[in-house]
């Protein structure tokens, strides 16, 4: 099993909220952890705006930032291919989703489409029940929803 985490659930493993002890225990136990290229630039962008909103300090901001690095350089990237970016296309034609979830969506699939087995993990309501109708088994933290 591939656990395909987009960047709320990735999120989690460096910031404590909900679900944070769910996605820690996943890297603690080794298992096989997937997020698509785009994730490391939200990851980056999230952590920043924190410490810009004094909700972290430089240090803290910085020891997040290199286990960024190092979980990246660890976990299976998902590159962001053309057929990926082209499936968001018909992904966004039959969900209510922003394009950054979209792509997430698509490169979760493309794993599937690859013969691995995938639980989708996210924090976001709709992202979740698009995921789910996608034939994915999907894992939800319930701390995002947006409404359309």
Known sequence: MIHYLDTSALMKRYVTETGSSEVRGLFRRKKAVAAARIAYAELIAATTRLHRQADLTAIA??????????????????????????????????????????????????????????????ADGLLIDAATKEGLHSVHFGAQSRSR
């Open 61 to 122: 901001r910085d020891r997040i930032l290199d286990r960024i690095d190092m979980d990246f350089e660890s976990m299976s990237v998902v590159e962001l291919r053309p057929v990926i970016i082209l499936r968001t296309r018909d992904l966004l034609l039959r969900h209510p989703l922003r394009g950054y979830d979209a792509v997430h969506l698509a490169a979760a699939l493309e794993l599937k489409n690859r013969g691995a087995s995938v639980s989708f993990w996210c």
